[in-house]
């Protein structure tokens, strides 16, 4: 008897690929292959069942790390190469005070968090781990993926869903080839601070787990160094910013996303709480209609970025998982970006880039800090401040 969590890297995905799918070959759903004599409640809004004896099983989506840490008995990573690895470190302590277990499925997508946990525990004895490809599944023949092939699907793909290659290029991926620039000239690694620079904070909001905090320095030659990045704190505002206060940098401009100007549901908006908790020097950035300007606006800037280690390795494993996935919602088929734990990390690196587009950025600024205060913004037709 216990509670049971089934883990997808979104709660869409676990209702579209576990709790409403149809199972091809017994033609039911995959959720009914439980005896139904051994349940005793099914809450389909939750996706929960309560069993005869007590015990339940719920799915549930780790997009939000509200929802993990919970009193588990045992828990599945399904898809695990794309959940956020700090779902599995909220739960791990409470998997080791039960006597509990974990499963981890899943298929490559690049040298990620789940490949180093693979690496970590081949030898491990407390730990099964296998690879099985479509050579020893014998789930497709070889004549099925060659007409893949001649379908138009990318051989990185090919070798990444059949062969499970994790040294194959992320299928859909934004920021990969920058990175692998970025660490091919060693701007990923074990950089300073530099104390002449203030350090500034570039936010994408969420619950108080989810809030992205990234830190970065403009140096001289346009250099952007990434220094820092805070998620998965689960502080209050005031909280948060003692904690930003104690880390003892320069402190400069912090960056929030437009809806840091939003009114709440207290009639305070999120830019006038962080004033009241001490966070100085703001700026709020004023919406984009798209999120591919700031995109690209960054893809152009990479070449100037450097990520300091082991600070930033959360950020650099985000921006690598980042990644595009086809949406017909409109009716026509568009790549846009999956909206992932990747994502928070990314638009928290947005904020940044559309505040350089918007010009309030400061140069290098040796041996000062910055104190301005919140310009007047406005948009008229194209992006203004």
Not at 250 to 275: C, I, K, S, V
Not at 312 to 320: H, K
């Amino acid at each position: 008897m216990g509670n049971y969590a089934y883990y997808f890297p979104t709660a869409t995905l676990g209702r579209k690929a576990l709790w409403d799918n149809i199972d091809a070959k017994s033609r039911m759903r995959v959720i009914d292959h439980l005896p139904p004599e051994i349940i005793a409640k099914s809450n389909e809004q939750q996706m929960k069942l309560t069993l005869v004896n007590g015990s339940t099983i719920q799915v549930l989506g780790t997009e939000t790390l509200d929802v993990v840490g919970g009193n588990y008995a045992g828990v599945i990573f399904s898809e695990s190469a794309q959940h956020n690895p700090m779902a599995w470190d909220y739960t791990r302590p409470i998997l080791a005070e039960n006597g509990g277990w974990a499963l981890f499925n899943g298929t490559p997508r690049g040298k990620n968090w789940f490949y180093q946990l693979l690496q970590a525990n081949r030898g491990n004895e407390k730990w099964f781990t296998q690879v099985l490809t479509v050579d020893d599944t014998g789930a497709l023949t070889p004549d099925d993926i060659n007409e893949e092939r001649r379908a138009g699907m990318r051989e990185e793909m090919i070798q990444q869903e059949f062969y499970c290659d994790f040294s194959a290029a992320n299928a859909g991926s934004i920021y990969g080839r920058f990175l692998e620039r970025a660490e091919a000239e060693n701007r990923v690694g074990n950089f300073p601070i530099d104390g002449s620079a203030p350090v500034h904070t570039a936010w994408d909001l969420g619950s108080p787990r989810n809030t992205v905090v990234t830190y970065f320095q403009i140096l001289p030659f346009g250099v952007v160094r990434f220094v820092d990045c805070d998620s998965g704190h689960d502080f209050t505002l005031a909280e948060r910013v003692a904690y930003m206060r104690g880390k003892g940098y320069n402190l400069g401009n912090a960056y929030l996303p437009h809806d840091a100007a939003q009114t709440a549901r207290n009639g305070h908006t999120f830019e006038a709480e962080a004033r009241a908790a001490g966070l100085a020097n703001i700026f709020v950035v004023p919406p984009c209609q798209s999120v591919w300007p700031g995109i690209n606006h960054a893809g152009s800037m990479f070449n100037q970025f450097e990520f300091r280690l082991p600070a930033c390795e959360r950020l650099v494993e985000a921006l690598r998982g980042y990644h595009t996935l086809p949406d017909t919602t409109s009716g026509i088929v568009r790549n846009e970006p999956a909206h992932t734990w990747e994502s928070h990390y990314a638009d928290s690196l947005r904020t940044f880039v559309e505040a350089h587009m918007g010009g309030v950025v400061p140069k290098h600024a040796s041996g000062r800090r910055i104190e301005t205060q919140r310009p007047a913004m406005a948009l008229t037709g194209s992006r203004r401040w």
